[in-house]
């Protein structure tokens, strides 16, 4: 069979990883929803393929300004900054314009590249930008993924405009109704189908040594023991090949 590409693909394959039909697997469809959801939120939080980075474009209203905070939908797991943002949207007037310092740097010393000192460019970018930072500091961000809001500590009124667009640096998690390859990818499977195990383990415990027609003997004991173990290299494997490399960000 070809690669899964929807959820019910990805748990018939786990099954069939398992013995079905050979096999009679002793877990609920809803034991292996829960379990295949389990799996895709731990994929979607800590493997570096669950998420992409964006840049989130938002144009804010007047009932953000008075809530303090904008929304974000629930695929938002995390948040790294908001660009700078200052002035109004007009072409001249406020540093989103003429008068905006970088601007005028570009302007007056990059009229021609080979008469430009590069390093003293850079320098001087830097400069400003400790300056900046020193005098205005970054905007104090909060957010929570549950609450699907990032606040920002600021006057809002002051600051922002109706119409005002707010760029958010964040990232993502990978939908797989819209990016089906999600489904395909080696390391979910194998998380999926040992989650799926360990909950077929945790129903047959209870009657492990009783005794079937033909002579077969029940062990959940030993088959909860390698489900545990297969869960457990698995999620070390994801924390020290799979994860984005320790990086600041509110969520």
């Known amino acids: 069979m070809s690669a899964p590409t929807t959820k019910t693909e990805f748990i018939d394959y786990c099954l069939r990883k398992l013995g079905h039909p050979v096999v009679e697997i002793n877990v609920d469809d809803d034991q292996v929803y829960d379990r295949v959801d389990e799996a895709l939120q731990y994929y979607q939080e800590y493997h570096y393929d669950g998420v992409e980075r964006i840049y989130l474009k938002y144009q804010v209203t007047s009932t953000d300004i008075t809530n303090g905070y904008i929304p974000l939908n629930d695929l938002i797991i995390g948040v790294r900054n908001i660009f700078p943002f200052s002035g109004d949207n007009t ?5 989103d314009g003429l008068f905006n310092l970088q601007y005028q740097l570009r302007l007056n010393d990059l009229y021609d590249l080979t008469n430009v000192s590069l390093v003293y460019y850079n320098t001087v970018r830097d400069y400003i930008a400790t300056l900046d930072l020193l005098l205005n500091g970054a905007k104090p961000l909060r957010f929570n993924k549950h609450q699907n809001r ?8 002051d600051e922002l405009s109706v119409g005002k667009y707010i760029i958010v640096d964040c990232y993502r998690a990978m939908d797989p109704a819209v990016w089906a390859d999600v489904w395909n990818d080696m390391w ?3 998380y999926a189908v040992a ?9 047959i415990k209870k009657f492990s040594g009783l005794q079937l027609p033909g002579g077969v003997t ?13 869960v ?17 960000m509110v969520g």
């Open 218 to 230: 029940l062990d959940g004991d030993k088959l909860y023991a390698e489900a545990v173990e297969e």
């Open 91 to 95: 072409t001249s007037g406020g540093t």
């Open 188 to 190: 979910l499977k194998r």
């Open 232 to 248: 457990d290299k698995l999620e070390e494997q994801i924390q020290t090949n799979y994860s984005l490399p320790a990086d600041f």
């Open 195 to 203: 989650l799926i195990k360990k909950q077929w383990a945790t129903n």
């Open 150 to 157: 990032l606040y920002i500590d600021q006057s809002w009124a």
